[in-house]
């Protein structure tokens, strides 16, 4: 059974930074390009970053270059977001979400999230 | 950037059929997934590549994509199909896009 496990969400201040991890269980995971797509309460979902299979390739949302970092540790079948200098408006839900390999490709599972919430 | 226009709410009977619409500029060109996400869950994929189906969802689900629209077609709808239901594609200039959503109630 696929599972992606997210976790390092929590309260953090505007400007400041935050780690979120997610666990990857139940399939090959070199095998797959993988995704953190973010939900604000009542709106649709935002990509925020992928990365590919050997970490050599990674994009993000022009709103988040700069800031955040994305990156895998294929040995522990883990993947990574590093948040820096975030910002209220960055509050929601981020999901860890695995594709096929190629920019069309659907997301075929998503973990069950982790809550950010930016603010003083 | 590429927008994906949903209705926002879209209401059917029990046992009756329910299409949701995703409009986008010549999205026909593109390549349309959907998603379905009841409440406090995360979104589950229904439909991907305009109308293939995973395992494991109901023929019930079906889509199609031509023009400037796609759409999704929930056949004899169940209660427990009410949800909220994205499209979303990849776009060269906007990236990996979503629409607002749809929220589907079944009366």
């Known amino acids: 059974e696929v599972q992606l496990v997210e976790s390092g969400g929590g309260l953090v201040q505007p400007g400041g930074s935050l780690r979120l991890s997610c666990a990857a269980s139940?399939?090959?995971?070199?095998?797959?390009?993988m995704h953190w797509v973010r939900q604000t309460s009542g709106k649709g979902p935002l990509w925020v970053s992928r990365?590919?299979?050997?970490?050599?390739?990674?994009a993000y949302a022009d709103s988040v270059k700069g800031r955040f970092i994305i990156s895998r540790d294929n040995a522990k079948n883990t993947l990574y977001l590093q948040m820096n200098s975030l910002r209220a408006e960055e509050t929601g839900v981020y999901y860890c979400v695995r594709a096929e390999s190629g920019t069309a490709a659907p997301f075929d599972y998503w973990g069950q999230g982790a809550l950010v919430t930016v603010s003083t | 950037s590429y927008v994906l226009t949903q209705p926002p709410s879209v209401s059917v009977a029990p046992g009756k059929t329910a299409r949701i619409t995703c409009e986008g500029n010549?999205?026909?060109?593109?390549?349309v997934h959907w998603y379905q996400q009841e409440p406090g869950q995360a979104p589950v994929l229904v439909i991907f590549?305009?109308?293939d189906r995973p395992s494991g969802i109901p023929e019930r689900f079906s889509g199609s994509n031509s023009g400037n629209t796609a759409t999704l077609t929930i056949n004899r709808v169940e209660v427990g199909d009410e949800a909220d239901y994205y499209c979303q594609v990849w776009d060269r200039s906007g990236g990996r896009v979503f629409g607002g959503g749809t929220k589907l109630t079944v009366l």
């Open positions: 590549y305009d109308s």
């Open positions: 139940g399939f090959t995971f070199t095998n797959y390009w």
């Open positions: 990365i590919n299979i050997d970490g050599s390739s990674a």
């Open positions: 010549n999205i026909g060109s593109k390549s």
